[in-house]
């Protein structure tokens, strides 16, 4: 046997020079283009979600195999499921009962510890229902902690963890960054070290506002359901070539 047919395939899908000792952490994304990328194609808005719900089983794939362990994303503000239409909300609904009964089914040997920032349990029955059975699954080999953002914003976030202080009854003179973070949704995981929003928007729209302090934010035009494995490796050697000084 050669020395060559010993090597491992590269879970890498570009040529690009990317360090695997030096990935990112924690990536998160802000979802961003589905409605867009639809209306381009003459499609209705729901197929735009399908494909983006598609693209981003591909994405957490991805982190899984090239060894991300923290991958957060922003799929449903507090604000869009209040203001878009019914019909669109209710399609939106719909795909997400169909997605995580699916994943129920493939996550428990995937590796992929599955959990929700935000208050889900404003959502209707069979909604909480299947996000329940899915975040409950207990798995075999855990490779990656992926967050999914619903019904979340990220100022609510942090009043609701000043109440839960406040409730605790904790002495002001113990309250520290350390303390606050424990309160958040992502207590127990590192802030994202690479925050990427897909879709030509500059903005965060109150996304992780407390863990993104030291973040390195990337901007792209391309709409999430076009955001592939390869735009994100994009993504992550453009975060290597940054000298991460953290305040230093």
């Not at 010993?6 to 979802?31: E, G, R």
């Not at 520290?176 to 992502?186: G, I």
Request: include cysteine; proline fraction near 5%.
């Amino acid at each position: 046997m050669t020395v060559t047919s010993l090597k491992q395939k590269s879970p890498f899908v570009t040529d690009l020079p990317i360090d695997p000792d030096k990935l990112p952490k924690h990536i998160a994304i802000i979802m961003d283009g589905n409605r867009r990328w639809a209306r381009l194609r003459g499609l209705p808005e729901t197929k735009g979600h399908q494909a983006g719900a598609k693209n981003l089983e591909n994405v957490v794939n991805y982190c899984r195999d090239i060894g991300v362990k923290h991958l957060t994303v922003y799929a449903l503000s507090t604000e869009n499921w209040r203001k878009r239409s019914v019909e669109e909300v209710r399609g939106i609904f719909g795909l997400f009962i169909d997605i995580f009964n699916k994943w129920r089914k493939d996550y428990r040997t995937s590796g992929i510890k599955f959990f929700v920032l935000g208050n889900f349990q404003a959502f209707p029955f069979k909604v909480k229902t299947a996000i329940k059975k899915c975040s409950n699954i207990v798995l075999d080999n855990e490779r990656i902690r992926f967050n999914v953002a619903l019904n979340y914003g990220g100022r609510d976030e942090i009043i609701t963890a000043i109440q839960n202080i406040i409730k605790d009854k904790i002495p002001a003179q113990d309250i520290n960054e350390e303390l606050v973070s424990k309160y958040l949704y992502t207590t127990g995981q590192p802030d994202p070290d690479l925050i990427i929003r897909p879709g030509g928007e500059f903005r965060l729209s109150n996304f992780l506002l407390w863990q993104m302090s030291y973040a390195e934010l990337y901007f792209t035009d391309i709409l999430w359901p076009d955001f592939t494995p390869v735009e994100l490796e994009k993504a992550i050697y453009w975060y290597q070539q940054r000298d991460r000084r953290m305040g230093k």
